[in-house]
């Protein structure tokens, strides 16, 4: 079975081709990072206007590398949410125009689904049960995954997700959008001694996070200490620090509550290193193992959505309705299930 995957919720086109047997046999990314930088941000109608102009060259690119015919596509999947409405909107009326033409069924695939499971595209992919941490722009889930379409969200953000914290304070402290590595790049220059922020929800019991006020602290410091390069370099050093370390504590404290032995780090955020570290120093004093995509598909792209897609036409799912909808705002919990996990409590 050999699937299109088709990614535009935000501000990344993407398309790739996932085949059994084979995994993936090519993906291709265009970034709209040049087109919104002057805006401090994404602007919604200039995204869904480039994913229009770049979604077929895209799909012809990699249909030509891979050598794949029209007809040699037995699935089109495509992002349905959550994300931004029009651009949601362009990938879904292509998915579904392509699976209309060429008589081969659709999948509207959930964008927190697929960021969960891009570390299944890795050579050496974490056998079921394990816990995620799905740290995006838009959301900060701890999901328990208990076999293939089977989630549990633990715990998750009452306000700011996590790489919306780390963009607004990258914006605080005159960095430009997208404010996330270009933060993590400043706090490489910075003193971890001269502040500390607080680690928030770690001080209660609970798997809930809050990122708001971290936010709010480093605009208390930049206007305390000044406005220096020394300063700056400082404070995101320390904002870096709280971030990771407050999902330090709670992934552990999950492992322990849960029993289970292996964590997952996905979404855009999942590509920051000191994370990355700060978790592999965790799960190995628990005896656990970590597991994260490589940098590229922690970070949008349709490697994870032809994956995601693939996993479900195969368990069945499908699109039969000519009318299609999109949903920018879609919670994992509501999720269909995998029909053949029957087990399944989601
Ligand atoms: O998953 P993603 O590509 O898009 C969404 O689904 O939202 O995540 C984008 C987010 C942005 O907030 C970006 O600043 C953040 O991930 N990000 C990072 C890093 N790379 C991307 N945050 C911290 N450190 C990074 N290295
Ligand atoms: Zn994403």
């Known amino acids: 079975m050999r699937i299109l ?21 090519d993906h291709a990314v265009h970034s709209q990072i040049d087109l919104h930088r002057q805006y401090g941000g994404v602007v919604p109608e200039l995204a869904s206007r480039d994913h229009v102009r770049k979604v ?16 040699s596509i037995d699935g089109v999947a495509y992002t349905a949410g959550p994300g931004l409405v029009g651009a949601l909107l362009v ?14 069924p659709a999948i509207g695939v959930h964008h927190m689904e697929a960021h969960l499971l891009a570390p299944m595209l890795e050579s050496d ?32 953000s009452l306000d700011d997700a996590a790489g919306e914290a780390f963009d607004k304070t990258a914006t605080l402290l005159g960095l430009s959008y997208p404010g ?20 928030p929800m770690t001080d209660r019991p609970g798997l809930d996070f809050s990122f708001s006020g971290l936010k709010t602290y480093a605009m208390n410091t930049l206007r305390k200490q000044g406005n220096d390069d020394e300063t700056r370099a400082d404070i995101a050093r320390a904002f870096e620090d709280a971030v990771v370390e407050t999902f330090v504590i709670k992934c552990r404290r999950a492992l322990r509550a849960t029993g289970m032995r292996r964590l997952v780090i996905a979404g855009g955020v999942g590509a920051n290193q000191r994370l990355r570290a700060g978790l592999a120093g ?23 959505v032809a994956y995601t897609g693939w996993q479900r036409l195969q368990a069945g799912c499908r699109e039969t309705d000519l009318a299609f909808t999109v949903r920018p705002r879609w919670s994992l919990s509501l999720l269909e299930s995998l029909e053949s996990n029957p087990e399944c409590r989601a």
């Open 5 to 25: 995957g088709i990614e535009t919720s935000c501000d990344e086109t993407a398309v790739a081709i996932y085949e059994s047997g084979k995994g993936l046999l």
């Open 56 to 71: 077929l060259p895209l799909l012809r690119e990699v249909m030509a590398r891979t050598d794949c015919s029209h007809a």
């Open 91 to 104: 990938g879904a009326a292509v998915g579904r125009s392509l699976a209309l033409a060429w008589n081969v």
């Open 125 to 156: 992919p974490p056998a079921f049960p394990f816990l995620a941490l799905l740290v995006s722009g838009g959301h900060t889930l701890l999901v328990a995954v208990t076999k293939m379409g089977c989630y549990e969200i633990l715990g998750e």
């Open 180 to 199: 996330g590595p270009a933060l993590a790049a400043l706090a490489l220059q910075g003193n971890p001694n001269r502040f500390r922020f607080p680690r």
């Open 282 to 304: 965790m799960t190995a004093s628990e005896k656990a193992q970590l597991f994260y995509p490589r940098v590229a598909f922690c970070t949008d792209n349709a490697a994870m």
